[in-house]
């Protein structure tokens, strides 16, 4: 098997960490935005050498490993699990595995990829399918081009407004230069010429806002979103009214 950390921190990636009781689990899942760690009843299973393999396509998530009876047990797991901790909608996505002939080390890649929603996550085919599964129906995508030289104050920002919407509002990051996603600027009617821009969506009507924006600023941003929950919440109350009264007819 691979060398692990008996101690360490969530920021340390190389390697996955080994994590041999429930506090040190629970200190290392609360480390970062996204962790994954793999529960395994024995470190030999075909399904733990696979893990390490993954482990090397994934270096830019926290990964722990364990086969520890007592931490298995306090995280409810019965059979080999890939699970996957995130902050941003305090979610945990679990991939079990009960047949280690079905599953391999770009299976699991895949699941972290789908699963991995930040702060900010940065829009592709993968991380959609996530956003689109997350509980979360309420979307902000900011669309802008990474290669400016703003990018990086402009995410700092960004960045901040979606810790106040935690459980609320997905914060998405949809770079104009990437190939493809000229499709998502069309479905919300943007030109490069109005970025940056932010686009509210909510998932389950589609209902959605756009506003153009001279700069990123975390004002701006929350008060956009502010705005579009309140809208939501007044129209989902007259709905719930009209509802009762058709009801009582």
Request: aromatic content about 8%; hydrophobic content about 40%.
């Amino acid at each position: 098997m691979a060398a692990f950390h008996s101690v360490g921190t969530a920021e340390d990636v190389k390697e996955p960490i080994l994590l041999e009781d429930v506090g040190t689990t629970d200190a290392f899942i609360k480390a970062a935005e996204v962790v994954v760690i793999g529960f395994f009843q024995d470190l030999e299973l075909p399904e733990a050498s696979e893990f390490l393999t993954m482990v090397q396509k994934v270096q830019d998530v926290p990964l722990g490993f364990c086969a520890s009876s007592n931490v298995l047990s306090h995280y409810n797991v019965t059979v080999s699990t890939v699970s996957l901790f995130r902050v941003v909608d305090d979610k945990r996505q679990d991939l079990e595995i009960r047949d280690s002939k079905e599953i391999d080390a770009t299976k699991m890649e895949r699941f972290v990829r789908i699963n991995e929603l930040r702060w900010v996550t940065e829009y592709n085919p993968l991380t959609a399918v996530g956003l689109f599964n997350s509980m979360v129906q309420t979307h902000l995508l900011l669309f802008t081009d990474k290669s400016s030289s703003n990018h990086t104050e402009r995410m700092h920002k960004y960045r901040e407004a979606a810790q106040l919407f935690q459980g609320k509002i997905l914060f998405i990051l949809v770079d104009s230069h990437a190939k493809g996603n000229d499709r998502v600027m069309s479905y919300f009617h943007l030109k490069k010429s109005q970025l940056p821009a932010v686009a509210l969506y909510h998932t389950p009507d589609e209902e959605q806002d756009k506003l153009s924006l001279g700069e990123v600023s975390v004002e701006a941003v929350k008060d956009f979103c502010n705005s579009f929950l309140k809208r939501k919440e007044v129209k989902g109350s007259l709905e719930q009214e009209d509802k009762v009264i058709k009801q009582e007819l």
